[in-house]
């Protein structure tokens, strides 16, 4: 019967409807998906791999696998999750590939931001600085967890994922999802130590 998948919502019985589009070759659909999903697939990919030079490359890889996979896509779960499944495995794969490469934290969103003016007469540095500098270390030290651990953060801190959908995305049952969530938060208090104090 039609919705007997998991993901019932109006926005996920569109991306089914979507995808049996592409299913048939529709290449609008499949430019439809990516407008919807293009910020979830790239932003997960580039709080995974913390630059920006091979963010829009593997998200046009993942958009090329929807496309490939269309015909044998089956909708058990919600599209989102299946998305970002293949997120994840390329994701995973370019991680092995360039293994220990020198880590860049994200700049922020416009990039040519500068830091704010200190006032002068008061030599206290300015809290939006201060906040930017700790979200910075923040960054820098997600990004130094293990895969598993990296990807169920950002799926939960960026995308807020139910630990249901992590659990899908990461193949994990859920009470090995808040165990890695629970490492990766005591690996990241303890790199965060000195600048949570």
Do not use: C
């Amino acid at each position: 019967m039609p919705g007997d998948h998991r993901g019932n919502s109006p926005e996920d019985a569109e991306d089914v409807r979507l995808m049996r589009l592409v299913a048939r070759g529709d290449t609008g659909a499949l430019e439809e998906l990516i407008e919807r999903h293009q910020a979830l697939v790239a932003g997960t990919v580039a709080r995974m791999l913390g630059t920006n030079t091979d963010v829009e490359d593997i998200a046009q890889q993942v958009f090329i696998r929807v496309w490939k996979s269309a015909r044998r896509y089956v909708p058990r779960a919600r599209f989102t999750t299946w998305l970002l499944k293949i997120t994840r495995n390329l994701v995973f794969n370019e991680l092995r590939r360039v293994k220990r490469r020198a880590q860049v934290p994200l700049e922020s969103e416009s990039g040519s931001e500068e830091p704010p003016l200190r006032d002068e007469n008061n030599p206290a540095p300015d809290a939006s600085l201060l906040e930017r500098e700790l979200q910075r270390k923040i960054e820098e030290a997600i990004l130094q967890l293990p895969e598993t651990q990296r990807m169920a953060v950002v799926l939960r801190r960026y995308e807020q994922l139910s630990y249901e959908q992590i659990a899908e995305v990461l193949d994990l049952s859920v009470p090995a999802v808040k165990s890695v969530l629970f490492r990766a938060r005591s690996e990241l208090r303890a790199r965060l130590n000195k600048y949570l104090a």
